[in-house]
């Protein structure tokens, strides 16, 4: 099936590691130019090279995404570079714990801050850039904002905030034929997921209950499964598809208990 992203300047924040850096991997693979906008430079200049040794081109961005001026800066950096702007990936984001109890009012406002409002303005800023590309743009979610997880108020209210801008994007920019959708990933071995379970007495243990209760295969969903539903949100086969959130899970958050 050709995606028809040929030659599409794609920016993928957090594109350095797990989540980000499959979707950059896949979007290369179909000939777009993915961008990667995310804070860490050395593991960004690697992805970067992987994609760049093959012949293809990939850009990076190596910026903390927490203020306005930086995503309005990594969008002018992009389009001076690369001449144009066609979708937004936007990803970055981190599992925090500023909980109800342990917590504080100013810890949530700094999780909003890192894992909610760069979407926001990464929109904003690119939104001129994707009007005249009619191009579209993909968030990503997780599955905390539907189950919550515990003692993470500012992430799940963070992603619970990205699928409902998903609806609104979508609604607004009807006008523009600019398609908004969010993918939901729930248990995704990366670099992130691996540091929250190094976190648990027995790694392993906590992991082999969590695989037992998967129904697709009793397997964690790999970054790739979660890239392969973002390209094909971005691209043009996906070109009635506006305002939906996509569980990419095996099954996880809907099917029945009993089924595991
Ligand atoms: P990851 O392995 O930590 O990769 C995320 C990348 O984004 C890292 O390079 C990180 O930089 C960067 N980043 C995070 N916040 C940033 C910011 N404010 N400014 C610039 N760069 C930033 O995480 P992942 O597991 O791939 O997660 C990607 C997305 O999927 C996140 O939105 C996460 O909430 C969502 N998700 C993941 C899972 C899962 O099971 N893995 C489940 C549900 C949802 P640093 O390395 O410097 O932190």
Not at 106 to 121: C, F, Q, T
Not at 144 to 154: F, K, M
Not at 180 to 203: G, Q
Not at 222 to 247: D, N, P, R, Y
């Amino acid at each position: 099936m050709d995606l028809q992203l040929k030659d599409k300047v794609v920016i993928v924040t957090g594109g350095a590691k797990g989540i980000g850096a499959a979707i950059v991997h896949a979007c290369a693979a179909e000939g777009a130019v993915p961008v990667i906008v995310g804070r860490d430079a050395e593991a960004g200049k690697k992805v970067q090279s992987e994609i760049t040794s093959g012949g293809s081109r990939c850009g990076l961005i190596s910026v903390d995404l927490s203020t306005a001026e930086a995503c309005a800066q990594s969008i002018s950096q992009t389009v001076k570079e690369f001449g144009r702007l066609d979708a937004l990936v936007n990803n970055a984001g981190r599992n925090d714990k500023v909980g109800l109890e342990e917590g504080s009012p100013e810890e949530y406002v700094a999780s909003l801050n890192r894992n909610l409002v760069h979407y926001y303005s990464m929109a904003h800023y690119s939104l001129p850039h994707l009007k005249r590309a009619r191009g579209s743009i993909v968030n990503v979610g997780s599955k905390t904002a539907v189950t919550g997880q515990g003692s993470t108020s500012g992430y799940a209210s963070s992603k619970g905030a990205i699928m409902a801008l998903t609806r609104e994007w979508a609604a607004e920019l009807l006008p523009y034929g600019i398609r908004v959708n969010t993918v939901i990933p729930a248990e995704v071995m990366t670099p992130l997921y691996r540091s929250w379970l190094d976190t648990f007495p027995n790694p392993e243990e906590k992991l082999n209950i969590i695989l037992s209760k998967i129904p697709l295969e009793k397997r964690m969903t790999t970054a790739e499964e979660i890239a392969s539903m973002v390209v094909f949100l971005l691209s043009a086969k996906s070109s009635h598809t506006t305002g939906q959130h996509l569980f990419v899970d095996g099954g996880y958050v809907h099917l029945d208990r009993a089924l595991t």
